[in-house]
């Protein structure tokens, strides 16, 4: 096939224009479809790729490659570094091969090997622009094995960089700790780097998650943005660098990888390190541009979960640890008679877990607590209609457990000692084929003899210290490795009851990732009910997820983690906005609370089709103290927002609010759903077009609801209102 010199990935609105240059291919253009370039157009772009020859500065113009290194005059981040023994640090990178071609989906690939003679090494940079304009980023890195000189080839780190222009004046991404994860933080994209690292041994409570650089100012609805996620569920970097001199004719790199430690990846010949995927998009339309992009991209997938999302009941705040097989019956008559889909049995069943000190490692039903087994439970759960889920924390394990007595050299720890317990656990290695098979044997047993729909996998520590001790006797680090076992163990699980569905759950939503989801069908969120947290965590895990693949349960009144207490309708239309669920005890719900549980679950199964394939809009409120969201369906015939209020503010009015996502030419009716109760209001009487619709459709124009807004109640502080549109016909 002819190549020519400059390849063009066009799809989804976005164009990738990449110049087959000696020695190493550059980055012409990422953003903005360029349309089909014409051969003029192709000679523009590169003939303007060429910047000024500073002062004081490589005497050639500098260019950034699509593997920048000090080869090419580039003083930043290099995307890869590397050493034999102390020597060949200067990576010479050359162009090889180059494969360009369309994808089934309408995208387009393009895949470029390079040879780096001095470390004898060939790499292999993929760049895959899928229709929903996502640019899928990997690499592999061999050491040959006609290598000249002896030993291994020490990997110090891969980094994925693509260019940003200046107008990229401001950075977002994200931080945060259990219960209020992903916090976003915004700061002026500065000279230098900002650099997130993640030495975790998962994407953690305060996940970098998704770093976006963009216009400054730019907001969920207007804006220019570039953003990248690295699809890793061990030790991570991100980064954005601007160096004064640029970035070629760029300004600045934007880009990521995985976090090596030193000696972590050390190549012998014909040894491969494959760098996880960096996930690159790039809109005009904002934050929900981008999300929208991330979004249409997961559900392309052929393993994106494509039935109705069962309504869940999750045991963990209705009982903890005391397990009891009349009171989990108990919950699960009341669960399936308000309409609950899959009952999940938490943390507890298992021998010696009488609390959060033991237990761990053992993955047997304690037969003191279960003394039929599971069965009873299991057989009644199934008998109601229900699916069964069960809780497993498969890398992790107690000292107070047998398993421990019997295998502690199966511990991830330095030779020195174990450092301290976090929840009273160590972390099980891996990579360790014993260990891996025998957690592999007791899932696969258990889900077998349970028929287990569902798998709640918890990870609740951080990995500190993770080595493990080599057939020598030397401590080696163990992230990268535990991280591929991991994603091996699923796949094993997956090959072999391609029915069960897989929860990622850290401690609440410490291993959020496209790496983890992968080989998993929905995250945890996190451990937070609270609806005035909860608000903002879906809000923005949503800027990667789609609703359907974010767990979003109601919890009690009184959340067990925040002490706030709430009204049932605020945490109700709350939780509706996810893959739905409950964590709370039924058998202590009132009459009228299960009424209105029972109204709730009907509103979900009503709505789940439009909220678990529509597309999720968010408004620029300009008042933190709101928050409008919806789902518009994809022909936009219809929609469902949510319009809360977490705290009050000065302003007595919203004024006008935009619906975003409608027709604005399209003619609708709207009514306010009160199915699951009234928000209660700080006004005399509300704006006129809501007293009208409440619960009776009112007519209104797609411009007047999405171009003009319309006035929102001033609801009390932690309330929400559910606006259902319809198209009219
Ligand atoms: C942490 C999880 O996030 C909770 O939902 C629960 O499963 C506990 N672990 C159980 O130990």
């Known amino acids: 096939m002819h190549v020519p010199k400059i390849v063009q990935l066009r799809a989804g609105g976005t164009s990738v224009v990449v110049e087959l240059a000696e020695p ?42 699509i593997w920048p290194t000090e080869a090419e005059g580039w003083s930043g981040t290099p995307a890869h570094e590397g050493h034999l023994d102390g020597t060949a640090t200067a990576p010479r990178p050359c162009l090889t091969d180059t494969r360009h071609r369309p994808l089934p989906d309408g995208g387009a690939e393009l895949v470029m090997t390079l040879a780096d003679d001095v470390s004898d090494v060939d ?24 290598a000249r000189s002896e030993g291994r080839y020490q990997l110090g780190g891969v980094s994925t960089l693509l260019p940003l222009p200046r107008r990229a004046g401001e950075i977002l991404d994200f931080t945060g700790k259990w219960c209020r994860e992903r916090a976003p933080q915004r700061r002026p994209l500065a000279f230098g780097g900002h650099v997130r690292e993640v030495r975790r041994g998962k994407p953690g409570h305060d996940s970098p998650y998704l770093m976006v650089a963009g216009v400054p100012g730019f907001g969920f609805r207007y804006g220019e943005v570039w953003g990248v996620h690295v699809a890793w569920s061990g030790n991570q970097r991100y980064l954005v660098e601007q160096l004064p001199e640029g970035a070629g004719v760029h300004a600045a790199v934007l880009g990521g990888g995985e976090l090596l430690k030193p ?21 005009d339309a904002g934050l929900d541009g981008l999300a929208d992009r991330f979004h249409d991209m997961l559900r ?168 493990f001790r080599d057939a020598t006797g030397a401590d080696r680090p163990a992230v990268h490795a535990q991280t591929v076992a991991l994603y091996r163990l699923l796949d094993a699980l997956k090959e072999r009851h391609p029915a069960l569905e897989i929860e990622s759950c850290a401690g609440g939503g410490g291993r959020v990732d496209l790496g983890i989801l992968a080989r998993t069908d929905r995250v945890w969120a996190s451990d937070c009910n609270d609806p005035v947290e909860r608000q903002t965590i879906q809000r923005w895990t949503g800027q990667l997820l789609p609703p359907e693949l974010v767990g979003a349960h109601v919890g009690a009144a009184e959340a067990h983690t925040t002490r706030r207490v709430t009204t049932d309708s605020f945490r109700l239309i709350t939780a509706l906005f996810g893959h739905a669920g409950i964590e709370a005890d039924l058998t202590r719900c009132s009459p009228e609370e299960l009424e209105r549980l029972a109204s709730w679950a009907a509103l979900y199964r009503e709505f789940r ?98 171009r003009t807004g319309v006035p929102m109640p001033t609801l009390n502080p932690e309330q929400a209102m559910l606006i259902e549109v319809r198209a009219s016909v």
């Open 24 to 65: 190493v291919p550059r980055v012409l253009h990422w953003g903005t479809d360029l349309g089909e370039l014409s051969d003029d157009a192709r000679a523009a772009l590169k003939l303007t790729a060429e910047p000024a020859v500073l002062n004081n500065s490589p005497d050639v113009p500098r260019h950034l490659s």
């Open 123 to 146: 790499i292999v940079v993929g760049y895959r622009l899928g229709a929903s304009g996502v640019l899928a980023v990997d690499a592999a890195v061999t050491r040959r094995t006609t």
């Open 263 to 283: 000696g972590e990846i050390a190549l012998g010949p014909g040894e491969t390190y494959r760098t996880p995927i960096c996930h690159f998009a790039w809109s």
């Open 300 to 467: 392309a997938r052929p393993e994106h979960p494509a039935g109705p999302r069962p309504l869940t009941l999750n045991t963990w705040e209705a009982v903890y640890f005391d397990h009891d097989l009349d009171r989990l019956t108990a919950l699960a008559d009341r669960a399936a008679e308000i309409g609950v889909e899959r009952l999940v049995l938490d943390d507890g069943w298992f021998r010696g877990r009488r609390d959060d000190t033991a237990g761990l490692g053992d993955w047997f039903v304690d037969e003191n607590v279960w003394p039929q087994g599971l069965t009873p439970l299991v057989d009644h759960v199934h008998g109601l209609g229900m699916q069964f889920g069960l809780w497993f924390e498969p890398e992790m394990i107690n000292l107070e457990s047998r398993l421990a007595r019997e295998h502690p050299d199966w511990i991830l720890g330095s030779s020195a000692g174990l450092g301290p317990s976090a929840r009273h656990q160590y972390v099980l290695n891996l990579a360790n084929e014993q260990a891996w098979s025998y957690i592999l044997e007791r899932v696969d047993a258990l889900v077998g003899r349970y028929a287990v729909d569902y798998l709640k996998w918890d990870h609740n520590r951080d990995l500190h210290e993770a080595v």
């Open 609 to 706: 089709p439009l909220l678990h394939h529509g597309r999720v809009v968010r408004a620029d409120t300009g008042d933190d103290a709101t928050i409008l969201h919806g789902v518009v369906a994809r022909d936009r015939t219809s929609a469902l927002y949510c319009w809360s209020r977490l705290a009050t503010s000065p302003e007595a009015q919203s004024g006008r609010v935009r619906l975003p996502g409608l027709d604005a030419a399209g003619d609708y009716r709207v009514r306010i759903r009160t199915d699951v109760g009234h928000p209660s209001a700080h006004q005399a009487a509300p704006p006129a077009w809501v007293a009208q619709a409440m619960d009776e459709w009112t007519a209104l124009p797609g411009a007047v609801l999405s």
